[in-house]
């Protein structure tokens, strides 16, 4: 339907601009319900070097984090500042001390480590680390004080205080772990500069998109967009669904 000059009608240019943004949605779940090989390529390597950097960062963040929410010891002021000051560092610089690190000329070139997955999961979990670390000292610090005292009187010995103290933080745990994960899968730079965004290797989803969207390929970037929002989306189905039946 044409335009009207009075503009009661629809406009054409506007007509245009929606059927442009409906026909991308529409090839992408082409690309998607295909099973489109590069754009599966990029899904694989983002949820690889995801995992790879979640592991490190819960295995060493969480405990580091415990420690520093519940215990008392000289500097830990200090170090509770630092953590959170790591919240605010640029992933820019993650990157490039990340990238010199394993560069030819870096300490740790004999890893061979840049441009691959493995390398680019070092830089995300550097990203993921301080926030699993401040999120578990910080679920720690708001648990119930009673709880500890409690559990000292009734005879409890130093692991079953820990061990209840982790149970009655462990939704905010989880908190802190899908947190960290939505941070780390849609990291651009890191991904970019360590792992070089080389197709079919390591060009994760979020690189595809700035790449696919910079060439004009729109319906790429939109079908990558739509498989991170179902990840995002999956991971925090999963954690209500836990909520709701450790509650019921």
Not at 18 to 30: E, K
Not at 205 to 224: D, N, P, R, S
Request: proline residues 4%; contains cysteine; charged residues 15%.
């Amino acid at each position: 339907m044409a335009g009207r000059a009075d503009g009661r009608g629809p406009s054409p240019r506007r007509e245009g601009h929606m059927d442009y943004i409906l026909d991308g949605f529409a090839v992408a779940l082409r690309l998607l319900l295909a099973g489109d090989p590069e754009t599966f390529s990029a899904v694989w390597a983002t949820l690889s070097s995801s995992a790879l950097a979640m592991v490190v960062a819960l295995c060493v963040g969480m405990p580091c984090g415990f420690a520093l929410g519940f215990f008392s010891f000289p500097g830990r002021r200090v170090a509770r500042l630092v953590v959170d000051t790591m919240l605010c560092f640029p992933t820019v610089v993650i990157g490039l001390l990340v990238y010199l690190l394993l560069s030819r000329r870096g300490p740790l070139a004999d890893l061979e480590m840049l441009f691959t997955i493995p390398g680019m999961a070092v830089g995300l979990a550097l990203l993921g680390l301080p926030i699993v670390m401040a999120l578990t000292a910080l679920a720690v610090e708001q648990a119930d004080g009673r709880l500890r005292q409690t559990l000292l009187t009734l005879g409890a010995d130093g692991w079953q205080v820990l061990t209840a103290t982790l149970w009655e933080v462990r939704f905010h745990l989880l908190g802190a772990g899908v947190t960290a994960f939505g941070r780390i899968v849609s990291e651009v730079g890191i991904s970019m500069m360590v792992g070089g965004n080389i197709k079919w290797h390591t060009r994760t989803i979020t690189t595809a998109i700035a790449l696919e969207t910079g060439k004009g390929e729109f319906a790429v970037g939109i079908a990558l967009g739509l498989v991170l929002l179902g990840i995002a989306f999956a991971i925090n189905l999963m954690l209500a669904f836990l909520r709701r039946r450790a509650r019921a």
